[in-house]
């Protein structure tokens, strides 16, 4: 039996249930609407269970579910050395969103890193503290940062309403997911011209952890060919 | 992870070899208060350590090494010279590679000595090579006081000048200043539109957040001085090239860093002191002649290295983390010192390597 996990709710939930169907393997929620059972037709051995995209990464990479669909992003913000421990099989062309750096639009100093990082140390040296930076996507945004040498920042945790942060002088800048970049701009904020950190969309992950008998890894390849994505 | 009995051994027995040489045997605690690391390092640090919060007294970290608050213990005191040694657990995650330890043991030996700098340095090596006497490693060293002096010496302005010292520690970033700086790099697009706009602040939206109109002004103004500066010359940016590519062994690198100060004068202290440290050295008995050096050893982020810079390595192993490292830290007693600075300079062994390597 192979565990696939999928997102719980939503449009997520639907837009998961519409590609699969599309490639012949049913998935539906069986019993009333409030209860997290699946059920999967098309395809035998593979067990359907519901999850929240948050907690699918962590449950793909302990082993407690063999494949499952969540955001690309979720999985490299929550999952350290995210390649070593998870595999892509295949982007699914939906859930898109862009994981940005941005800074007020009154900025017109700072278009680029560079210029972030050079406003970062000026601003350190005036007001005495790090400039902040308000994300919750702290590994990813870290890990950006360091790889492009930008210093002199800090990341405070803002778990919602991160564009009004700027505004409310708790940041002087934001990291954040975006599709269209509509909200940024309602909130005075312009999106660095390399400050592209992810793109994001819903993807079909496998699990690494080693342990699969040679049933599972028939089973995933039997979903594959199904799916066209082998 | 228990420590075995073995390594804490091996721990014991250098930590009396340091004992021995005059060094005072010194304690810290396990938990650190986080602010001093955040504002040395910043946000990387969280990706290196463990930080956790405290109800009263914010947040702390799980000591990553020992340098920092033996450091703090020595400025409070302000007896110099002074010799410390210590033997305790330092904690680093790893992010990246799960079967490097998390936690070790760190024996080390710290001196603070501006009598004789050169001298100090190769004390502090040769202590470090006497610990380990016997194994199978390979030093390496390098001199990051040589780089700084050479963008020191840059006939450039201040204001670039004090950009790449900032970022001497971030290779990528030097490198792509430096490209900037001297011309080889395009003026981004985004910038070269800001300088010639008649009115820059034109499309600009709501003043809204704490960095205020007058600093992006100041910016701006810095932007234009930036612009007018001449591009820092061909010539001296490859003898900085030069300087980061030097991978030879220690007499070759000093004869050819002697050739470059005679174009780039500003080096000339800095290669003295290379000189007298190598003899140093040779008077305690090391082989310089076979001594290997690296102009861009040392350069990495969480560092705080600003002159000599060593570490040893398993010859047959190159997948271990080095056994033992150390170097010069002056700048970072400078920041530590509130105004005061005292020449240091230490080094640690990791005992477990150190019995891994013996069996």
Redesign the interface.
């Known amino acids: 039996m192979l565990k696939l996990g999928v997102p719980s709710k939503g449009r997520l939930m639907e837009k998961t249930f519409d590609w699969f169907g599309s490639r012949g393997v049913g998935l539906r929620k069986s019993g009333s609407d409030r209860e997290y059972a699946g059920a999967v037709d098309g395809i035998d051995g593979i067990e359907l269970v519901l999850l929240s995209a948050g907690e699918i990464p962590r449950e793909l990479a302990s082993g407690n579910i063999h494949l499952g669909v969540t955001g690309s992003d979720l999985v490299r913000e929550k999952l350290?050395?995210w390649d070593a421990r998870v595999a892509e099989l295949a982007p699914m062309g939906f859930g898109g969103a862009d994981l940005i750096i941005a800074v007020?639009?009154?900025?017109?100093?700072v278009?680029?890193l560079?210029?972030l990082?050079?406003?970062a140390?000026?601003?350190r040296a005036?007001?005495g503290f790090?400039?902040r930076i308000a994300t919750k996507y702290?590994?990813m945004v870290?890990?950006f940062?360091?790889?492009?040498?930008?210093?002199?920042?800090?990341?405070v945790d803002s778990q919602g309403a991160t564009e009004g942060t700027?505004?409310n002088?708790t940041?002087?800048a934001i990291a954040d997911i975006t599709s269209t970049g509509e909200t940024l701009r309602a909130n005075?904020?312009?999106i660095l011209?390399d400050g592209l950190i992810h793109a994001s969309q819903a993807t079909l992950f496998r699990g690494r952890r080693a342990g699969w008998s040679d049933e599972q890894r028939q089973k995933l390849k039997a979903l594959q060919m199904v799916l066209g994505i082998s | 992870m228990p420590t075995s009995p073995a390594v804490l051994t091996e721990a014991r027995r250098l930590r009396d070899l340091f004992a021995a040489k005059g060094a005072q045997v010194v304690k810290a605690d396990v938990l650190q208060p986080a602010e001093t690391l955040?504002d040395l390092y910043?946000?990387?640090i969280?990706?290196r350590s463990y930080l956790t919060s405290d109800p009263l007294r914010g947040e702390m970290v799980l000591r990553p090494d020992f340098t920092v608050p033996v450091v703090q213990m020595h400025m409070e005191a302000r007896a110099d010279p002074a010799r410390y040694t210590y033997s305790g657990k330092v904690f680093r995650k790893q992010?990246?590679?799960?079967t490097r330890a998390n936690e070790y043991v760190q024996v080390g030996y710290e001196v603070f000595d501006g009598q004789n700098p050169a001298g100090a340095d190769a004390e502090v090596f040769a202590a470090i090579a006497e610990g380990l006497d016997g194994l199978p490693v390979r030093a390496a060293t390098g001199d990051i006081g040589v780089l700084m002096a050479a963008v020191r010496g840059l006939r450039t302005t201040e204001d670039r000048k004090a950009?790449l010292q900032?970022?001497i520690w971030?290779p990528?970033?030097?490198k792509?200043l430096l490209g900037?700086y001297g011309g080889k790099m395009p003026v981004?697009e985004?910038?070269r539109a800001?300088l010639a706009a008649d009115d820059?602040?034109a499309?600009?939206?709501?003043?809204?957040?704490?960095?205020s109109?007058a600093?992006?002004e100041?910016?701006?103004a810095a932007?234009r001085a930036d612009a007018a500066a001449p591009p820092i010359a061909g010539e001296e940016i490859a003898l900085i090239d030069a300087i980061l590519a030097l991978r030879k062994t220690a007499p070759h690198v000093l004869s050819t860093l002697r050739d470059i100060a005679v174009d780039m004068p500003a080096i000339g202290d800095a290669v003295a002191r290379l000189e007298a440290r190598l003899e140093s050295l040779s008077d305690r008995g090391v082989d310089v002649d076979t001594l290997d050096f690296e102009g861009s050893y040392g350069r990495t982020?969480l560092e705080y290295y600003d002159g000599f810079v060593f570490g040893f390595y398993a010859v047959d192993r190159p997948d271990l983390p080095p056994v033992a490292t150390g170097g010069r830290y002056d700048a970072l007693t400078a920041q530590l010192g509130q105004g005061r600075a005292v020449p240091a300079v230490g080094g640690v062994i990791r005992p477990d390597l150190v019995v891994g390597l013996s069996c």
Do not use: C
């Open positions: 350290a050395n007020p639009q009154a900025w017109v100093d278009d680029m560079d210029d990082d050079a406003a140390a000026a601003f005036r007001h790090r400039l702290h590994r870290r890990e940062l360091r790889d492009n040498g930008v210093a002199d920042y800090q990341l700027v505004k002088e940041a002087e005075g904020l312009k011209e | 955040l910043g946000e990387d969280r990706g992010d990246t590679d799960e950009a900032r970022h971030r990528r970033r030097f792509a900037r981004p985004t910038r800001l820059p602040f499309a600009a939206g709501p003043d809204i957040g704490l960095r109109r600093e992006v100041a910016r701006i932007l982020s």
